[in-house]
């Protein structure tokens, strides 16, 4: 079997932060089976095959010279939970850029523009850090609803998913499409140097996921709506104050109407369409069900 030409601008490891998480795990074996030399980051390092596992974490600096030594572009995945991550992020990509890292691409949100909240502060950054760059503001993850999510263990548990979005529609995406636009970003021979709005192919209110989700599982799926202030206090209860009110809000922004839309991103950046919510639902319908 012929292994595929590296045609990517790199001339050292492609250094991939949150490597284990949900858009990591789908990124690292793509660039993998591109032919690409890939540096899996993440605070548990674990070895796969063709990649270079290293330990990260990034509260601890004295992990990060060894993760970058070397690396020619990184695929920067926040802290987990961290209301401002900006705090640990742009210190981060100062040392990258000593460190001789030409390309970064920040994973953001759809509703997190430059100089925003949260991520936009590191999305603001990057032109002036790196020569080559982009950002990823994919919608809501379509894995949210079948992995290791609140969302998901309510479905699994009780048949039910709270939301503070009332009647808002959501363009649900795979992380499957993400990581594909993520090494596209990473490897094109042509630097992207902007922000790409990622999502799937249809803007769904959680009431219409609910039904999908009845439908694929034969067994009663609903949504329950709540106020922010509920929500808030939920998220509160496992996570920082201060991210649980960013989540909240993010729920408010959904009910305004500031996720309703569809964009031809991953089509055009990848050649191929996003997948639909129903089929990702049909295809992972064991995970609907059970732990």
């Keep these: 079997m012929t292994t595929p030409r590296n045609t990517s601008p790199a001339t050292g490891p492609l250094l991939v932060t949150g490597a284990t998480g949900t858009t990591g795990s789908h990124l690292v074996p793509r660039l993998i089976r591109a032919g690409h030399p890939v540096r899996t980051a993440a605070r548990r390092s674990v070895a796969g095959a063709g990649a270079e596992p290293v330990s990260f974490d990034w509260s601890d600096p004295t992990t990060h010279d060894a993760a970058l030594d070397g690396a020619s572009a990184v695929y920067l995945v926040p802290p ?11 210190p ?9 890292v030409r390309r970064a691409v920040l994973l953001s949100s759809s509703l997190i523009p430059a100089g925003g909240p949260a991520t936009g502060a590191v999305h603001r950054a990057l032109p002036d850090v790196f020569p080559e760059w982009a950002v990823l503001r994919p919608s809501w993850f379509m894995q949210n609803l079948t992995g290791r999510h609140p969302h998901a263990d309510g479905i699994r548990a009780e048949g039910l998913i ?4 009332g009647r808002g529609r959501v363009a649900f995406i795979d992380a499957e499409d993400i990581a594909a636009v993520a090494a596209h970003a990473l490897t094109a021979p042509t630097p992207p140097n902007t922000d790409w709005i990622l999502t799937g192919p ?14 694929v599982t034969g067994r009663p799926v609903r949504h329950r709506s709540v106020s922010v202030e509920e929500m808030r206090a939920r998220h509160a209860r496992v996570m920082p104050p201060e991210f649980a009110t960013v989540l909240a809000d993010l729920d408010r922004r959904i009910a305004d109407g500031a996720e309703d839309r569809t964009t031809d991103a991953v089509a055009r950046l990848t050649g191929r369409p996003p997948r639909s919510f129903t089929t990702y639902a049909e295809d992972n319908s064991d995970a609907l069900t059970t732990s």
């Excluded at 981060?92 to 001789?100: H, K, S, T, Y």
């Design 80 to 90: 987990p939970g961290a209301a401002e991550p900006a705090a640990v992020m742009l």
């Design 92 to 100: 981060f990509l100062d040392r990258a850029r000593r460190a001789g």
């Design 162 to 165: 709270t939301t503070a979005t």
């Design 202 to 215: 249809q803007a769904l209110s959680y009431d219409a996921v609910a039904a999908v989700l009845t439908e």
